[in-house]
């Protein structure tokens, strides 16, 4: 599972911006933000250390999880970069070295940090973050007991549930896909769900439904088989192909109004 499909919007800094956003300047003026620990004038990992940087005044001036749970991403995007960097060997540069190496654990010991941090929230998000990316076994158990809770009313979250029940009960995991694309924002499509819905009713040999959200999958650039195999896996008649592509027309038009409902989906005769 994608953990992009909790909805979490990162800005992404661009390594170009370093020009006109002066890092140097950022690190002399906010020494809270650990430059020190990040081998600052090292060329290697240049990017993924300034995005990191710039996330961490972030963090200082909202300390929210959500903000944490991205500086954990930008500081283990940072900490593979060293792990490539920490093995080259620089031409009589030894200090270099082991500025990369002490960078490299510094990264880790901040990993430990925040996920110890996180834990402090107890909201669905961390609680989530914590179960798949440590396997905390305790934030999963909490995390799972807010289902049906408001806070837990976004089309991350009810993916994030969908993604425990999808090898224990497909049919209520279908539903939580469903609940899930209800409440989505069209500018921030997770097509993973497209991809499971098509999946999962294939399981379950709901054969015009795994259609259907094959072809809206293929819209919002899911990759499906071609339209021979599509022909020969689903072996409908031409008309009842343009049936199907009909009510997949009209899902891929609600969906990018935001008026999506389960009940757009047709009862099909099993």
């Not at 080259?88 to 002490?102: S, T, Y």
């Not at 088989?225 to 009909?246: C, T, V």
Request: hydrophobic fraction near 35%; include cysteine.
């Amino acid at each position: 599972m994608k953990y992009t499909s909790l909805a979490i919007t990162v800005l992404l800094l661009s390594g170009c911006f370093e020009n006109t956003r002066n890092t140097d300047k950022l690190c002399l003026d906010h020494p809270e933000l650990r430059c020190e620990e990040l081998n600052i004038n090292d060329g290697q990992c240049r990017v993924a250390r300034t995005n990191l940087i710039w996330h961490r005044l972030e963090v200082y001036k909202d300390p929210t999880d959500i903000n944490k749970i991205a500086e954990y991403q930008f500081t283990q995007q940072y900490k593979k970069c060293l792990e490539v960097a920490a093995q080259i060997q620089p031409i009589d540069q030894a200090e270099l070295k082991k500025r990369r190496f002490n960078a490299l654990i510094n990264s880790g010991k901040n990993m430990e940090r925040l996920e110890k941090e996180l834990m402090q929230f107890n909201t669905p998000s961390s609680l989530y973050f914590l179960w798949s990316q440590t396997g905390d076994t305790q934030a999963r158990r909490q995390f799972l007991q807010l289902e049906g809770k408001p806070e837990m009313e976004t089309a991350a979250l009810q993916y994030a549930l969908a993604t425990f029940y999808i090898d224990r009960d497909r049919e209520k995991t279908i539903k939580l896909l469903n609940h899930a694309l209800e409440l989505s924002d069209p500018n921030a499509l997770n097509t993973s769900i497209f991809e499971s819905l098509a999946s999962l009713n294939q399981l379950l040999h709901h054969q015009e439904a795994s259609y259907i959200w094959a072809m809206v999958g293929k819209h919002f650039g899911v990759p499906v088989a071609s339209a021979q195999n599509i022909q020969l896996m689903y072996g409908f008649s031409d008309e009842k192909f343009s049936q199907l592509d009909d009510v997949a027309d009209t899902i891929i038009d609600a969906v990018e109004s935001q008026t999506y409902h389960s009940s757009m989906i047709p009862e099909f005769k099993k």
